[in-house]
Each structure stands twice: as structure tokens, then as C-alpha cells.
């Protein structure tokens, strides 16, 4: 079973109120008290080492396997950042109490490696990292910036993605004293970096996407300016082609190319803005979406215009009406050339040299081609205007 008493009461109250400056009890400590507490912490560290394997080994279930393990963990890390705030004072400028605080911190960070090094499979990486452990890995990432920034400054080709992400990751670690940052955070800056130090100096461009490039999706490098950057540049590319279906023909293969790309999962550089690869997947359909319209537009036109120049342009004078509509017509001169009555050689001919010189009531231009493609998709209605109008023309011819 599980203790419901506080196991780390005494460090609790050590640090948070007698080691306080501001509780007034600094002062009064002595040399002779200073070392009786660092020999105390010293011992009551490994009692708890002791308590937290017998609590843990106790317990049968998973969940609270990992809820224990976790509560230990975080309480170790507020302990030492209100360890590392107190030291901050001047009252621990005095050797004894100096001594008293290195003391701590040393042995807050050993329980806080027990834990991560027994437990690490129960832990949390979404759990803020402690002060000392980010001085650390600022320190660190701050040195490889600047190699890889002094390696991209010494290359004759410099990539403006690598350029933008160099400025990000220093204004990222640099704004670390202010927003402490979490495990994840760390573990995925470090990995980053590492992969860009590895590949600086044999990026090779290969079609739109190049090395840096697919580092940076790969690793979800979720920037805004970043994305901007990638849209841009493609835009630029996409700038070569004068036609809209060569435009839409090679976005396709670069979005092909883009959705090929791994991205590891739940790996993103800030957690506050959109995954990379949906918000350039979205970007891509409505480009392609916007030139299939273009595309869609210009063949209307296209039709159009061809419907337009069909039209033969005959004298008014030598024009016909007749009293039917262009359906109806089309359904007479159709059967009039299928029944061989009139004969040419082909259909088109015979609609080509008879509608220019007609007109309706309602259209006084027709295009032959239009009336052509009517007689194919003949109503019943038109159908039955046509047989009257053919019935009327058999009465009349019967009466001469």
C-alpha cells in the first residue's frame, strides 16, 4: 500500500520555509548547526531513495505505478528550482550556507537522475525540465548554434531555411529564463540540431525539397515563418511556367514529391501552432483547386468562342425566318438528310450550307454547329411540332 504521509515532508519544509530568505531563519543558523543539516540531508536523501523503491515495488497496478513515480519526479524538480531561487539571496554568500545549498542541489539532482534513470519508461516527457538541468542544455544548444551557424556563414550556397531555423532555435533558447521549457521541448531541440550539424555541409538541392528541408518536415519544424518560406519559394518555381496546365502539372508533382516526405510523429517545434504538414496540405489543395478553375474557365471561353465563330454571317436580306425553333429545326434537316432526301457529304455539310441562310423569331444569327448538336437530344414536344409542321406542309401539297 501506498503511505498517505507526505515522504518528503522534511525536504519540503527545509527548503520552502526554514531555507527561505525571507523567513528570517538563515541568519541564525551556525557553523556547528550548518554541518549537522548538510550530514542530515546527506542521509535523509537516502532514506528516500530506500522509501521510494519499497513504495514502488509494493504497488500492483500500472496506473499507480505511474502516478507515484511521477509525483516523486515533479516533486523533486519544484524542490530544486525553489533550492536554486533561494541561493539566488545574498544571505547564502556566507560559506556555511553556501555549503548548505550546493548540499541540496547536488542531492536533489541525484534523486532526480534515480528516478529518470530507474523509472524512465513511467515518466512524462511533458513534464518541465528543472532549472539547473535547462541552464545545462542552453549552454549546450547555444554552442552547437554557433558552430552551425559559423559553418553556414563560411558556405558559398547558404539555404534560407537553415538561416531561418538558426534565428528561431536562438530565439527559442534564449527566452528559456522566462518560459521554462519541458522535457519534449529539450529532447527534440537537441535531436534537431544534431541532425542539421550532421547534414550542413552536404545539403543537395533535388527537385523542390532539399536536405535541410526534409530534416525540418521531417521533424515537424511547425514554424509559421517556415511555412511561409516553403509556399513562397514554391511560388516562385510555379513562376517559370507562362501556361495553367503546366502551372497545375508540376504543383502536383511537388505536392506528390511533399507527401512522400516523413514526419515523425508527435514531434512539432511549438505546440501552439498547427502540425506543418496539414497546414502546406491545405495550402496545396487550394492552389491546385484555384488552377483547375482557371483551367475550367479558359475552356469555357474556349467554347464559346468557337460557338461564336461558327456563325456564318449572311445578309439579312437573304435570310429566311422560319417559324420553328432551332430543336425543331435541327430534327427536320436531320431527317431530311438520314431519309436521303437532300444529299451532301456528310451531315455538317447539309447544316452548314442551309442554317446560316435561316433565322427564328427570337434569333436572327445560328450557328450550325449548335443546331447540329440539338438534333441529337430531340424532346417530344419538338418532336411533335416538327410531325404538325411536316403534316401541314402534306395537307397543302395534297390541295394543289
Known amino acids: 500500500m501506498i503511505q498517505t504521509k507526505y515522504p518528503l515532508e522534511w525536504f519540503d519544509c527545509l527548503i520552502v520555509q526554514e531555507l527561505n530568505p525571507r523567513s528570517g531563519v538563515l541568519q541564525s543558523i551556525s557553523l556547528a548547526e550548518s554541518k549537522e543539516l548538510v550530514t542530515h540531508i546527506v542521509k535523509e536523501s537516502r532514506r528516500i531513495q530506500i522509501q521510494i523503491k519499497q513504495e514502488v515495488f509494493s504497488v500492483r497496478k500500472k496506473r499507480q505505478f505511474r502516478l507515484l513515480v511521477r509525483k516523486y519526479h515533479s516533486s523533486f524538480i519544484y524542490l530544486l528550482d525553489c533550492s536554486i531561487e533561494n541561493q539566488q539571496h545574498e544571505h547564502f554568500k556566507e560559506p556555511h550556507l553556501h555549503h548548505i545549498g550546493v548540499t541540496i542541489t547536488s542531492v536533489l539532482e541525484d534523486l532526480i537522475s534515480f528516478v529518470e534513470n530507474r523509472f524512465y519508461k513511467y515518466l512524462s516527457l511533458d513534464v518541465r525540465v528543472p ?18 551557424k559559423k559553418n553556414i556563414l563560411t558556405s558559398i550556397d547558404t539555404e534560407e531555411s537553415l538561416q531561418l531555423v538558426i534565428a528561431k532555435l536562438y530565439q527559442k533558447v534564449t527566452s528559456e529564463h522566462c518560459n521554462k521549457s519541458t522535457y519534449r521541448e529539450i529532447v527534440y531541440r537537441k535531436e534537431l540540431l544534431n541532425a542539421l ?26 514554424c509559421q515563418e517556415y511555412s511561409t518560406y516553403l509556399k513562397n519559394r514554391i511560388l516562385l518555381q510555379l513562376d517559370h511556367y507562362d501556361k495553367v496546365g503546366d502551372r497545375l502539372a508540376a504543383i502536383l508533382l511537388i505536392y506528390k514529391e511533399f507527401g512522400q516526405l516523413y514526419c515523425k510523429p508527435k514531434r512539432m517545434f511549438d505546440p501552439q501552432e498547427p502540425h506543418l504538414k496539414e497546414v502546406l496540405q491545405t495550402w496545396f489543395q487550394h492552389e491546385i483547386r ?86 441529337y437530344n430531340a424532346e417530344d414536344r419538338d418532336k411533335a411540332v416538327a410531325i404538325k409542321t411536316l403534316e401541314k406542309m402534306i395537307t397543302k401539297i395534297n390541295g394543289y
Open 131 to 148: 532549472i539547473t538541468y535547462q541552464i545545462v542544455s542552453k549552454r549546450e544548444m547555444l554552442s552547437k548554434l554557433d558552430v552551425i
Open 197 to 222: 550539424a550532421n547534414d550542413t555541409r552536404e545539403v543537395v538541392k533535388s527537385n523542390t525539397y532539399s536536405t535541410a528541408d526534409e530534416i525540418l518536415i521531417c521533424f515537424n519544424f511547425n
Open 290 to 375: 484555384y488552377l483547375e478553375q482557371q483551367i475550367k474557365t479558359k475552356e469555357v471561353a474556349v467554347v464559346v468562342t468557337t460557338s461564336q465563330s461558327d456563325i456564318t454571317v449572311i445578309d439579312s436580306n437573304l435570310k429566311m425566318e422560319c417559324d420553328l425553333s432551332c430543336d425543331q429545326i435541327a430534327l427536320i434537316l436531320r431527317a431530311a438528310d438520314e431519309s436521303r432526301v437532300v444529299k451532301a457529304r456528310s451531315m455538317s455539310q447539309v447544316f452548314k450550307s442551309i442554317v446560316p441562310y435561316l433565322s427564328t423569331p427570337f434569333k436572327k444569327e445560328l450557328s450550325y454547329q449548335s443546331v447540329r448538336s440539338k438534333s
